[in-house]
Structure formats: C-alpha cells, structure tokens
C-alpha cells in the first residue's frame, strides 16, 4: 500500500504548548552542541544526514516519550530502542534548512504509523555525530497535540512501538550506566522491559538535566554490553 505523505507545509511553533513543556523549551534555545555530546559533525561535512523525532505526549501517568524498537535484521543499530527517524531523502529539502523537519516527520509516519498532522514541532537541537554508524542527526522536538493509534508498520524496519512516562525516566531506580567493552560510558534507562542506552539515552539524559528534570541516581550502577552493541 502506497503512504501518502502528510508533511508537506513544516513550521516550528511554540504557541499552546502545555506548561510543563516550558523547561524543554527553555533548555532546546540555550543548549549548546557540547552540552549535548562530545561527538560532534565532522568539519569536512561528512556522515550521512539524518532527524530523529524526539516526541512529547501526554499519557495516563503524565508527560511522555515515543520510543521505538529497532528491528534485528537491520545493519545499524539493530536491536536498540530509538526515537522514530532515519537519514534524509532528496523530497526531504535542504539539511541546511527545513529537511531535517520532514524527515523526522517522515520517518515517524513511516516507522510508527503516527499522523504528522497532530505534532507540533517546537524545536530542534545541534546537530551531533554517531561515529559507528556516520550518522549526522538533527533531533527536532514534537509536541504530539492531537494523539493518533500508532504501532509497527514495517516488522523489517521496527519490532515494536511503545511509551514511556517521563516519571520512568526520572526514576532513579530505572537509571543506569552502561559500559562498553571498548571502554566507553554512557547513560542507560531500564523501562518498558528495555535497556534504553546509546545516543538515544544520551539525547533522553541530557534533556531531563537541563530541563531540571533529572533526579539523583546511582552512577556506579552499571550494565555491561557485548561486541555486538
């Protein structure tokens, strides 16, 4: 079945959001690249350009995040809980301008079924660099006003679509640091029977700090990952 896409017209808007969306917006003006990791896009301009959506609603508990799950088959980060998104296309537009919007947009529909019409998008982040899979991304940042059913469109693409409360990411108890047999440290969330690690944990992590979100937690608490991570 041919999709038909519904992300033509993109703005970025911070008119209605709910107040407690207003710390999120304060960090996303003021938040410089560093702040967010030390991998930062290449100055000779390589990696691929990709978005991510990176996606508040309002649930049951509260405020939450859209997650996906990476289907296994895939060749990069197969297996990884992530945020909706993927590399830009050439009907994206320019990833100087508003392509990377389209593309998040884009790649959520496609990956999670989500109706681009019922997100608000209210910011976009520096861009940063995955130097394993040489990915530049552009995290933009949704407010899902109009909620819609979502779910796995594509099982080769994505095993599954969930939610996860703001109030699980703040948990101390769901927090953990994940350490890399090569040596490499980073934040780790336990929620929603996954291990939520990696650039999509370090985009979470940073976000709840410099909103004023982040709890204290246990930073010697430690999961340990294979080669294959």
Same mark, same amino acid.
């Given at each position: ?83 909706? #998104? ?5 009907? *994206? ?5 508003? !392509?990377?919007? @389209?593309?998040?947009? /884009? +790649? ?89 690690? #990696? ?5 979470? *992590? ?5 909103? !004023?979100?982040? @709890?204290?937690?246990? /930073? +010697? ?9």
């Amino acid at each position: 079945m041919t999709r038909v896409s519904r992300t033509k017209g993109v703005t970025v808007s911070k008119d209605g959001l709910p107040s407690w969306l207003d710390p999120v917006v304060r960090a996303v003006e003021t938040i410089e690249p560093l702040q967010l990791s030390r991998f930062l896009p290449p100055a000779n301009g390589a990696g691929r350009q990709s978005a991510v959506l990176v996606l508040f609603g309002e649930g049951e508990r509260g405020p939450e995040l859209l997650l996906m799950e990476r289907a296994s088959s895939l060749r990069s980060h197969a297996g990884q809980p992530s945020f909706p #998104g993927g590399a830009l296309d050439p009907e *994206d537009g320019d990833p100087k301008g508003d !392509g990377p919007l @389209r593309a998040a947009l /884009r +790649e959520a529909e496609e990956e999670t079924g989500l109706d681009p019409s019922g997100v608000q998008l209210f910011g976009v982040l520096p861009k940063l660099y995955i130097p394993v899979s040489g990915f530049v991304v552009t995290p933009v940042l949704g407010w899902w006003r109009e909620p819609t059913p979502v779910g796995v469109v594509d099982p080769n693409e994505t095993a599954r679509v969930f939610t996860v409360p703001v109030a699980d990411l703040t948990d101390p108890d769901n927090r953990a640091t994940t350490v890399h047999p090569s040596g490499h440290r980073g934040p780790a969330f336990l929620v929603e029977s996954a291990l939520v690690w #990696g650039f999509t944990a370090g985009i979470i *992590d940073r976000i709840l700090h410099y909103a !004023g979100w982040e @709890r204290p937690w246990d /930073r +010697e608490k430690q999961v340990p990952l294979d080669w294959r991570a």
